[in-house]
């Protein structure tokens, strides 16, 4: 739903809830099981947030527009997030409108600068292996063959981090 709002807005085109409900349309008849997974539940809920109640909160907002327009597009998804939330987890999470309000910086540039440094790490896989080679391993001895000291002649294994009671001996 990102990319084709993502396209909408590259063409000029306005955010409308009827060009939302023809996406998810098409949406289920590519993947009819679409229905019943909570992701498509919890992003159609914060889109629909988004395009139809974020609008008005705007116009009901006072203040300068970069705080009324970050303000409305997070509370409108929030509210967006609603019932989906409710119905599946029981709760809202606490945090959610402090958090997304933070993210809205952040989103920013983690699209301009994220996505393109991707982009080149997927093109240089040598430099890349090099570094993530102390990151665990999996398999029933991953964290052990992570976490030995590599200068250490006995090959003891570190405890997991945050273990009070473990001691290395």
């Known amino acids: ?5 993502a ?4 063409l000029g085109r306005d955010r409308s809830p009827l060009r939302l409900l023809f996406t998810v349309m ?4 590519v993947d009819p ?6 992701g498509f539940w919890l992003s159609l809920g914060a889109t629909f947030g988004v395009v139809a109640i974020a609008p008005v909160l705007q116009r009901r907002l006072d203040g300068p527009r970069w705080w009324t327009n970050g303000l409305s597009v997070t ?7 609603v019932v989906p939330s409710w119905l599946v987890f029981g709760r809202m999470p606490a945090l959610g409108i402090a958090a997304n309000l933070a993210a809205v910086p952040v989103a920013g540039f983690v699209m301009l600068y994220g996505l ?8 240089l896989p040598a430099p890349v292996a090099v570094g993530s ?17 590599p200068h250490d002649s006995s090959r003891r294994a ?6 009070g009671s473990c001691r290395s001996q």
């Open 75 to 81: 509370l409108g998804a929030q509210l967006g997030v």
């Open 7 to 10: 396209l909408g807005f590259a």
């Open 116 to 123: 393109p440094a991707a982009l080149v790490a997927s093109l």
């Open 158 to 163: 570190l405890p997991p981090p945050g273990c």
């Open 33 to 38: 099981l679409l229905v019943w997974s909570v």
């Open 1 to 5: 739903m990102a990319a084709l709002a």
């Open 133 to 149: 080679w102390r990151l665990p391993r999996s398999g029933p001895d991953g964290w052990q063959q992570s976490r030995t000291r």
């Open 26 to 29: 098409i949406l289920v008849v």
